[in-house]
């Protein structure tokens, strides 16, 4: 079972849940703010925690009834193959309800808490009761190849028919089915692609490894490199459903091929060091300088399943083609999670500039599939209510480097690695940090990690939304720190972007030990603009504490801000509209008008 949510909306049962978690470690407790302590993650808004949970495919105990799950669910039940378990606990413990998820566990995982609870599961799938099998959702590492015949085939059994078992599987043998030698229907176990028929389930074991070495001089053609594994799997029979993986060595993790060849097999790609086959091809293989690929690839296949495998015979390439490849055969279905290391992946991530909402489901979706988060404390902080298992690296605010070392050191490691920015991670943020040390270092390596950047809403986008549309018009952004380049250098900036006319956004305008640069900027500023020029403060944008104020450009002080405040400076053609209310909106329009001035009022209705 995989992590499980479990979800309380009162005080009185924290200790149950507590006491539930006993048994499931990979949980976290999800409790209702303001009702409850002693939780990991507080929400506000049970129904949207809940969907979007379901959503996500995590596990769900709800400490409550089983009518409020049902009906705040109720909208997204679609698709029974897709449904994570969900199960009700009564407030007390004394009962415990499976309500959806059959076909992923969820009676395995009500046995579970139930033995916890010291209770009997309210367990109401007649073939689970049974036979203490269930036969549409077979254990991991077993893929049911004809789900469509399954329910005629449960139907006859529990109306008497006997089964004939072909091959082996103990989760089968241990069942309560009715398994006889002469049975008049049949489960059949192989990793051999056959033709399934409505009296014969056939399950396919997760049993062949494939190992892949690249021929030197072989090309690198995409198309062909998948035909060829295609080819083999047809010539030796092999089911696609009994792969359990790729195995390639990590100086291939990174060839661009090897990711689609496990993409169009929809299995992961592994990777061993040449020490970790190196046992195997001195037992199976005449002792070399220098191994043929057809070796290595089989070393890896053999590696990969483990002792007691045994090598699949399979047609043997031409020298010229891409890939010299090898396949074995594991007594047991194996876990690829477990064997060698997976091609390390990197997502820098903008969690935008505070409030969860502005989040994008991107970003949400990578910092659930990481395994590490690599940030800067504070932004962690911001993404704690979506961390469940994930390895938390927290660094100073100053430590930019130092991040990204990690964060590309443990993605080489095969790890996921979400490294967390606040706003957008590309402005004065780190994706700029983690490229500069990729190329000041190139370490080997790295150069296997799969990298990408998941843009986030930037400060200036958020602060220009609450009063309007003060970038509508041109704009640029400016650090007023000189921590990374020279006063010199921003002066400069500061004074071409006012004689362009540009609308400016300051980005760390003070700090406890910087004051005086945001009062020497305004001074420049205003060689240039009018005094009445609109300045918008915005602090703690999506935060407790949240305060977004306008003024003009002669009234700005230092004291105005802090590191937590972004500043929008307007330009020459900047207005504003006062409210009803009592509150501004500020623009630029779009169109240039040099007979208007900078500030000029207008008036509308809140």
């Known amino acids: 079972m995989t992590h499980v949510a479990l979800i309380v909306l009162g005080q009185h049962s924290v200790p149950l849940a507590r006491h539930i978690m006993t048994a499931l470690p990979e949980s976290t407790l999800y409790g209702l703010a303001n009702r409850t302590a002693d939780v990991d993650v507080h929400f506000t808004n049970f129904s949207d925690t809940l969907r979007e949970l379901f959503s996500n495919n995590t596990p769900i105990i709800g400490i409550c009834a089983a009518g409020i799950l049902i009906r705040v669910l109720a909208p997204l039940l679609t698709d029974k193959w897709c449904e994570p378990p969900v199960l009700a606990v009564a407030e007390d413990g004394s009962v415990v309800v499976p309500l959806l998820g059959g076909l992923h566990g969820v009676n395995d995982l009500a046995r579970q808490v139930a033995e916890v609870l010291h209770v009997a599961p309210a367990i109401t799938t007649t073939g689970d009761i049974r036979f203490r099998t269930a036969l549409l959702a077979p254990p991991a590492g077993y893929h049911l190849a004809n789900p469509d015949h399954a329910k005629t085939f449960i139907a006859d059994v529990l109306a008497g028919a006997s089964v004939q078992l072909i091959g082996e599987a103990r989760w089968l043998r241990e069942s309560q089915l009715p398994i006889t030698p002469d049975g008049s229907l049949t489960i059949q176990i192989t990793e051999r692609a056959v ?75 592994r990777f061993f060091a040449y020490p970790d086959i190196a046992p195997v091809l001195q037992q199976h293989f005449l002792p070399a300088s220098d191994y043929h690929p057809t070796s290595i690839a089989s070393a890896l296949a053999l590696t990969a399943a483990g002792t007691m495998s045994q090598l699949i015979p399979i047609p043997s390439p031409l020298d010229s083609a891409p890939y010299a490849y090898g396949v074995a055969l594991a007594p047991l279905p194996i876990d690829p999670q477990t064997i060698g290391r997976g091609r ?18 991107e970003v949400k979706d990578i910092l659930q599939a990481a395994t590490d988060w690599v940030g800067y404390r504070t932004y962690l902080d911001l993404a704690e209510p979506l961390r469940t298992e994930q390895h938390r690296h927290e660094f100073d605010n100053r430590e930019e480097l130092g991040r990204a070392y990690m964060a590309l050191d443990l993605a080489a490691e095969g790890r996921a690695v979400a490294l967390v920015s606040s706003g957008d991670p590309g402005i004065y943020a780190m994706a700029a940090a983690v490229f500069e040390v990729i190329e000041r270092e190139d370490k080997p390596a790295w150069r296997g990690i799969e990298i990408q950047v998941c843009p986030g809403i930037s400060a200036m986008q958020a602060a220009a939304a609450q009063v309007g549309s003060p970038l509508g018009h041109d704009f640029c952004a400016i650090s007023l720190s000189d921590i990374l380049k020279p006063w010199s250098i921003i002066e400069q900036r500061i004074a071409a972007a006012a004689q362009a006319d540009f609308v400016l956004a300051f980005y760390n305008p003070v700090s406890k030990q910087r004051t005086w640069q945001l009062h020497k900027a305004r001074e420049i500023l205003l060689q240039w603009r009018s005094p009445h020029t609109p300045v918008i403060l915005a602090r703690n944008l999506g935060r407790p504490g949240q305060a977004v104020t306008v003024q003009r450009l002669d009234q700005l002080t230092p004291a105005d801000a802090d590191m937590r405040t972004i500043i929008l400076v307007g330009s020459s053609q900047t207005r504003i509209i006062q409210r009803d209310d009592g509150k501004n909106w500020v623009y630029t329009p779009r169109h240039y008008d040099e007979s208007k001035k900078a500030g000029e009022v207008g008036r509308t209705s809140a």
């Open 344 to 361: 390390g992946w990197l997502a820098i991530v903008g969690t935008g500039p505070g409030s969860a909402h502005w989040m994008s489901p």
């Open 195 to 269: 033709t399934p028929t409505q009296d014969c389930l056939v399950y396919h074991p997760r049993t062949v490894s494939i190992g892949i070495c690249p021929n030197p001089g072989g090309g690198s053609d995409r198309a062909e490199a998948i035909n060829g594994v295609q080819h083999i799997l047809t010539h030796a029979d092999l089911a696609p459903a009994s792969i359990v993986g790729i195995f390639a060595l990590d100086s291939a993790a990174d060839d661009p091929i090897l990711p689609a060849i496990a993409q169009a097999l929809n299995v992961p790609a």
